[in-house]
C-alpha cells in the first residue's frame, strides 16, 4: 500500500508565505514525478507545479515567480513555498506522485487527501 500525508496549509494574509509538504511512504520502488495541484470551490482542478526525478520543474502562470516547488528523493517529500500569495490562491491543494510499487513495475498516480489553503485578510 502506498500514502501521501500532506502537511502545512492554514490562513494566511495576501502577500504572505506558506510552505506545504507531502511524504510518500508504503511499499516504494522508485518515484517518477511530484507535483501539487488545487482545487478552488466552483472550479476545475488544476496543477500548480510539478517536479521531475531528476529536479525540472515546471509552473502554471498563475504562481510563476511565487511558488517554488522541490523534492527531496532520498526523504520521498515533495514541499511547495508560496510566497506573495493571493486571495485568489486560495484552494484545497493536493500533492501526487507517479509511483511504481515493489509488487507491480507499472507506474500509477497517487494523491493526497488535500489540505486547505485560505488567503484572507
Known amino acids: 500500500q502506498v500514502q501521501l500525508v500532506e502537511s502545512g496549509g492554514g490562513l494566511v494574509q495576501p502577500g504572505g508565505s506558506l510552505g506545504l509538504s507531502c511524504a510518500a511512504s508504503?511499499?516504494?520502488?522508485?518515484?517518477?514525478?511530484m507535483g501539487w495541484s488545487r482545487q478552488a470551490p466552483g472550479k476545475q482542478r488544476e496543477l500548480v507545479a510539478s517536479?521531475?526525478?531528476?529536479?525540472?520543474?515546471n509552473y502554471a502562470d498563475s504562481v510563476k515567480g511565487r511558488f517554488t516547488i522541490s523534492r527531496d528523493n532520498a526523504k520521498r517529500t515533495v514541499s511547495l513555498q508560496m510566497n506573495s500569495l493571493k486571495p485568489e490562491d486560495t484552494a484545497v491543494y493536493f500533492c501526487?506522485?507517479?509511483?511504481?510499487?515493489?509488487?507491480?513495475?507499472?507506474?500509477?498516480?497517487?494523491w493526497g487527501q488535500g489540505t486547505q489553503v485560505t488567503v484572507s485578510s
Open positions: 501526487y506522485a507517479v509511483i511504481i510499487r515493489r509488487d507491480s513495475m507499472t507506474p500509477r498516480d497517487y
Open positions: 517536479i521531475t526525478s531528476g529536479g525540472n520543474t
Open positions: 508504503g511499499s516504494i520502488f522508485s518515484i517518477y514525478g
